[in-house]
């Protein structure tokens, strides 16, 4: 069997297979130079701009064993030199309190460069900047600085205040018992007060002066023959004993409801000091009152 049909039929595509093993290369090749050729120009560019992190971008890539020597020799100095110079700020964020916070997003000029505190140095560009943090649940707080080339760990302290914009929150009010009351003794007090023991001091005079009576007609031994109008008389003073009693005890049960029942009201109120004067088969209530 004869192989040259088939020979002739693949002759064809390995040749353009070489081909582009050999074009290839060099295309890519050219691709490499052309990159690093623009980051070191860019780099130059970016670095007399003080944009020192673009810099070192395109300085990373002009350093690379794909491109030039001579390209390699310069740009790796310009390399340390850009790393030397970029400036770094150490964050420190407290609440008003002095509690130290880490859940903080640290924004330069508008761009978030940290999600969190760690400790960490961040690293920005020389220059003036916007620095702006936040927290959740407390405000923003922003600063001006200027960070200078070469400054490494510069320490920024942010505290973050509470908000004290808004209507202020409504005051709880505050209890009665808190508040500097008094608690006077009505009036009625001291006139029920008289009057219980009013009644009670006429109970005594005539259930004793009745039960007197009572116990003069027994010594007579006059029962059942007695004088009417005497027993009359002693049934009328025990009578109106027990009806003086029963006053008495009523009037003084409600005064002391209305003592024990008695509100609280500001000491600037006027006060009423009632006062109570006994004597003897009588009882007189006086009131005295200040305003």
């Given at each position: ?143 001006e600085t200027v960070f200078r080339e070469g400054i490494k760990n510069h320490e920024v302290m942010v505290v973050f205040e509470s908000t004290s914009s808004g209507p202020p929150a409504p005051l709880e009010p505050t209890p009665d018992v808190d508040r500097d009351t008094i608690r006077p003794v009505p ?105």
């Amino acid at each position: 069997m004869s192989l040259k049909p088939i020979t002739r039929r693949f002759y064809a595509p390995v040749a353009l297979v070489g081909v582009m093993a050999t074009v290839f290369p060099t295309v890519s090749r050219a691709d490499d130079v052309q990159a690093c050729i623009e980051a070191h120009e860019h780099a130059q560019v970016a670095r007399k701009e003080g944009k020192l992190l673009d810099a070192r971008q395109s300085l990373l890539t002009c350093v690379r064993d794909t491109c030039p020597t001579i390209l390699q020799k310069e740009c790796a100095p310009w390399l340390t030199e850009v790393n030397s110079s970029i400036p770094t700020i150490s964050v420190i964020a407290r609440r008003a309190d002095g509690t130290e916070l880490y859940e903080v997003r640290v924004l330069v000029d508008g761009r978030q460069v940290a999600s969190t505190l760690d400790g960490r140095a961040i690293e920005v560009d020389p220059g003036p900047h916007v620095l702006r943090f936040e927290t959740d649940g407390l405000p923003p707080v922003e600063q001006e600085t200027v960070f200078r080339e070469g400054i490494k760990n510069h320490e920024v302290m942010v505290v973050f205040e509470s908000t004290s914009s808004g209507p202020p929150a409504p005051l709880e009010p505050t209890p009665d018992v808190d508040r500097d009351t008094i608690r006077p003794v009505p009036t009625m007090v001291y006139v029920l007060g008289g009057v219980g023991i009013a009644g009670l001091a006429t109970s005594v005079y005539f259930e004793a002066r009745g039960l007197s009576k009572r116990s003069d007609l027994d010594a007579q031994g006059c029962k059942p023959f007695c004088s009417t109008s005497d027993v009359d008389a002693a049934k009328r003073d025990i009578l109106i004993g027990d009806i003086a009693l029963g006053a008495g005890l009523v009037s003084l049960g409600a005064a002391t409801y209305f003592y024990l029942s008695r509100p609280s009201v500001p000491t600037s109120t006027a006060s009423v000091q009632p006062s109570l004067d006994l004597r003897k088969h009588t009882a007189m209530a006086f009131v005295q009152g200040s305003f």
